[in-house]
């Protein structure tokens, strides 16, 4: 009689077969998270907006510049 060939089982089959989880997973999880900020936008006080932005604008804008001569928006505006 011929003998069938089965097939060995794969150490760690389980977890091949379940890899979709973890990326279905991390889908619900920003879905999730893009749902929440469009809630929160959707709410919008235009006092705490600007507040925001004001803060944000002042912290990107001041500092000491890392390259001698000023910022590199005027060195590439000057050529």
């Keep these: ?5 089965r097939r060995k089982p794969r ?3 389980r977890e091949s077969r379940d890899r979709w989880m973890i990326t279905y997973a991390d889908l619900i999880t ?3 998270i893009f749902f929440v900020i469009l809630y929160a936008m959707s709410s919008l ?3 705490k907006f ?3 932005t004001g803060a944000l604008s002042d ?4 500092g000491n510049p890392v390259l001698e001569g000023g ?4 060195m590439v505006k000057k050529e």
């Excluded at 910022?71 to 005027?74: E, P, V």
């Design 11 to 13: 150490a760690g089959g």
């Design 45 to 47: 006080d235009t006092q």
């Design 59 to 62: 912290t990107f804008k001041s």
């Design 1 to 5: 009689m011929r003998q069938r060939n």
């Design 71 to 74: 910022t590199a928006y005027w």
């Design 30 to 32: 920003l879905l999730l």
């Design 50 to 52: 600007n507040i925001v």
